[in-house]
Every structure is written in structure tokens, then in C-alpha cells.
């Protein structure tokens, strides 16, 4: 089993930052993809940018360059750092840590994050 969890959402105003973390333990297998997701209210949880063991990285177009996912293999720990945010950025952002053949995603609890206009 693969335990994840999340830290670092909170409450800010448009145009600033915020800085998410992801810690991963238990039965990591390599190589894997790490990333975060959003779900605003009302609507369906969204791809917001992944990473692989092999440091391929891949971003939603409604936050590239201004989010930028990295990690640290040896922490086994994702991070995302959100710079010039929008209220439609608003919502649970939830870490998913996925080892390949067979694909087996595993879930944070989510963090709130919430941008006020």
C-alpha cells in the first residue's frame, strides 16, 4: 500500500502564491508518476500537471507558466508551486502517486485552496 498526503493549501488573493506539498510512503515502486488534480465545485476532478520518475512533466494549459510541478525522488515527495492565482483556481486539490504495468493510482485526502477576487 502507498499512503499520501497533502499540506500546504489555504486562503489567498488573486495574483498571489502558494506552494503544495506531497509525501508519499509505503510501497513506492519505480518508475511511477506523481501529480496533482483539482475539483472545483460542481465539476469533475482535472488533470492540473504530473511528473514521472523520469522527471517527464506534463501541465493543464490553464496553468502553465504560472504553476510548476517538481519533485524529490529521494523524499519521495511532489511539490507544486502556484504563482499568479486566479479565483478560478479555486478548489480540493488532491496528490495522486501512480506506479505503472499494471497503472494503480493512489489518493490524497485533498487541500483546500481558495482564491478570493
Known amino acids: 500500500q502507498v499512503q499520501v498526503v497533502e499540506s500546504g493549501g489555504g486562503l489567498v488573493q488573486a495574483g498571489g502564491s502558494l506552494r503544495l506539498s506531497c509525501a508519499a510512503s509505503g510501497s513506492i515502486f519505480s518508475p511511477n508518476r506523481m501529480g496533482w488534480y483539482r475539483q472545483a465545485p460542481g465539476k469533475q476532478r482535472e488533470l492540473v500537471a504530473t511528473i514521472t520518475s523520469g522527471a517527464n512533466i506534463n501541465y493543464a494549459d490553464s496553468v502553465k507558466g504560472r504553476f510548476t510541478i517538481s519533485r524529490d525522488n529521494a523524499k519521495n515527495t511532489v511539490y507544486l508551486q502556484m504563482n499568479s492565482l486566479k479565483p478560478e483556481d479555486t478548489g480540493v486539490y488532491y496528490c495522486?502517486?501512480?506506479?505503472?504495468?499494471?497503472?494503480?493510482?493512489?489518493w490524497g485526502q485533498g487541500t483546500q485552496v481558495t482564491v478570493s477576487s
Open positions: 495522486q502517486v501512480a506506479k505503472f504495468n499494471p497503472f494503480v493510482p493512489y
